[in-house]
């Protein structure tokens, strides 16, 4: 019975992911124009399932195996919790970072159940929240800078077609990414407990985000899209590709950190490019805040549960 809410949790924390990071993968690209939202559906479908079968396995393994204990209570507690977090979020239209609430709960619970947590990955992990969105931040100024140069000797017209492909796929790296480390993330500890082989977690989870995205996320994309500067093409794809880099190199090094960080990293640093003017700081003060406590409330919410039903 237990396996079953276990499992009935992880497609919703799918579901939950799928709701939020549609706008992590396309909510620039809808923004500025480029791409209809069905159409954003259909391509992050096919590349989240490509990015956690060819990938996922690292981020999976730091997760499910590296971090902490598991048992069927504490995957239940934390699974539910952090659905519960990530949907709320959304439904409030903060841009949420899933991997927060997931490490947070896996984390407390474990604790509150007296199962093992290795403090060295955790440190890892915390260290790499950091370091992601700063090194987005810097990878998106120096390729809006690249770009600033090098499309001058353009017309305007090829200029163009160009930064479109260019954003498109920076988009699809994004979407794929969401499959190798977002969608990892939280599939991971049901993988390496065995309730779910890798297939199956793959063929699962892809489609429980398939249909996150398609209920609930055009509710996000319009703050990520827009509310947060005022996004021409050039500023979105240098966004979106350093983003889209930062989260490859630390997905590569199975580290599980947040697209929405890095999105808003990007977003954040080609804004401050041109001027702090253009960007929303009250916004990402509320971001910033929710990003505090996210991870304080799912750690504490899983410990107490844990507490309880320990007891």
Same mark, same amino acid.
């Given at each position: 019975?237990?396996?079953?809410?276990?499992?009935?949790?992880?497609?919703?924390?799918?579901?939950?992911?799928?709701?939020?990071?549609?706008?992590?993968?396309?909510?620039?690209?809808?923004?500025?124009?480029?791409?209809?939202?069905?159409?954003?559906?259909?391509?992050?479908?096919?590349?989240?399932f490509i990015g956690i079968s060819?990938?996922?396995?690292?981020?999976?393994?730091?997760?499910?195996?590296?971090?902490? &204990?598991?048992?069927? +209570?504490?995957?239940?507690?934390?699974?539910?919790?952090? $659905?519960?977090?990530?949907?709320? @979020?959304?439904?409030?239209?903060?841009?949420l970072s899933s991997h927060q609430?997931?490490?947070?709960?896996?984390?407390?619970? $474990?604790?509150?159940?007296?199962?093992?947590?290795?403090?060295?990955?955790?440190?890892?992990?915390?260290? @790499?929240?950091?370091?992601?969105?700063?090194? @987005?931040?810097?990878?998106?100024?120096?390729?809006? +800078?690249?770009?600033? +140069?090098?499309?001058?000797?353009?017309?305007?017209?090829?200029?163009?077609?160009?930064?479109?492909?260019l954003l498109l796929i920076s988009?699809?790296?994004?979407?794929?990414?969401?499959?190798?480390?977002?969608?990892?993330?939280?599939? &991971? @500890?049901?993988?390496?407990?065995?309730?779910?082989?890798?297939?199956? /977690?793959?063929?699962?989870?892809?489609? %429980?985000?398939?249909?996150? $995205?398609?209920?609930?996320?055009?509710?996000?994309?319009?703050?990520? &899209?827009?509310?947060?500067?005022?996004?021409?093409?050039?500023?979105?794809?240098?966004?979106?590709? *350093? /983003? !889209?880099?930062?989260?490859?190199?630390?997905?590569?090094?199975?580290?599980? #950190?947040?697209?929405?960080?890095?999105?808003?990293? *990007?977003?954040?640093? #080609?804004?401050?490019?041109?001027?702090?003017?253009?960007?929303?700081?009250?916004?990402?003060?509320?971001?910033?805040?929710?990003? #505090?406590?996210?991870?304080?409330? %799912?750690?504490?919410?899983?410990?107490?549960? !844990?507490?309880?039903?320990?007891?």
């Amino acid at each position: 019975m237990i396996e079953i809410a276990i499992v009935l949790a992880s497609i919703l924390i799918a579901f939950s992911i799928g709701s939020n990071d549609t706008s992590n993968a396309f909510g620039i690209s809808i923004g500025c124009g480029l791409l209809k939202f069905r159409t954003a559906l259909i391509l992050l479908l096919i590349f989240v399932f490509i990015g956690i079968s060819l990938q996922g396995h690292a981020v999976m393994r730091t997760v499910g195996r590296d971090l902490v &204990g598991l048992s069927g +209570k504490s995957l239940a507690i934390s699974l539910i919790t952090s $659905a519960t977090i990530i949907i709320l @979020s959304n439904w409030r239209k903060f841009p949420l970072s899933s991997h927060q609430v997931i490490i947070g709960s896996l984390t407390g619970s $474990a604790l509150a159940l007296g199962l093992p947590v290795n403090y060295y990955t955790l440190l890892k992990i915390v260290l @790499s929240w950091v370091i992601s969105p700063l090194s @987005s931040f810097f990878l998106s100024v120096a390729i809006y +800078k690249i770009l600033e +140069k090098t499309l001058v000797k353009y017309s305007v017209f090829v200029a163009e077609r160009i930064l479109s492909i260019l954003l498109l796929i920076s988009a699809i790296l994004i979407a794929y990414n969401t499959g190798a480390n977002e969608l990892a993330t939280a599939m &991971g @500890s049901i993988v390496h407990y065995g309730i779910l082989n890798p297939i199956q /977690a793959c063929i699962i989870g892809t489609f %429980s985000l398939f249909f996150g $995205a398609l209920a609930l996320s055009y509710r996000v994309v319009e703050t990520v &899209g827009k509310g947060i500067t005022a996004l021409d093409v050039i500023s979105g794809f240098s966004a979106q590709f *350093g /983003a !889209g880099l930062s989260v490859w190199i630390f997905t590569t090094l199975g580290m599980p #950190v947040s697209t929405t960080y890095c999105i808003i990293g *990007g977003i954040f640093g #080609v804004g401050f490019l041109k001027g702090v003017g253009t960007v929303k700081l009250g916004l990402l003060k509320r971001i910033a805040l929710s990003w #505090v406590i996210a991870p304080s409330l %799912s750690f504490v919410t899983c410990f107490v549960l !844990g507490k309880l039903i320990y007891v």
